[in-house]
Nanobody
Framework: VQLQASGGGLVQTGSSLRLSCAAS????????IGWFRQAPGKEREFVTG????????TYTDSVKGRFTISRDRVKNTVDLQMNSLKPEDTAAYYC????????????WGQGTQVTVSS
């Protein structure tokens, strides 16, 4: 089981970035794929998630209207389109997966850094 996140970078306030999470080694049927982030000195927080089969998204309030999660069932990837970025979006972003019935995400990828300058 492997999750590989990519696409981070350094951008200015108001810019856009697109993160991608590539999954391999397991079937994503009935899984939920999520994006989390952790800023220095802060706890890791849930950003958004999507159910693999139905593509149903959920977002934390602070990113609603700015971030969009999507999945590609052919490429086995989950993308996070981030628009109107703010300095407070600066963090290491991680993708993770859990079985739909699980309470905890139990598969994690490495982080990709997003830095938004003011």
């Amino acid at each position: 089981v492997q999750l590989q996140a990519s696409g981070g970078g350094l951008v200015q306030t108001g810019s856009s970035l697109r993160l991608s999470c590539a999954a391999s080694g397991f079937s994503l049927d009935y899984y939920v794929i999520g994006w989390f982030r952790q800023a220095p000195g802060k706890e890791r927080e849930f950003v958004t998630g999507i159910t693999w089969n139905l593509g149903t998204p959920t977002y934390t309030d602070s990113v609603k209207g700015r971030f969009t999660i999507s999945r590609d069932r052919v490429k086995n990837t989950v993308d996070l389109q981030m628009n109107s970025l703010k300095p407070e979006d600066t963090a290491a972003y991680y993708c993770a997966a859990k079985a739909g019935s699980a309470r905890q995400y139990n598969y994690w990828g490495q982080g990709t850094q997003v830095t938004v300058s003011s």
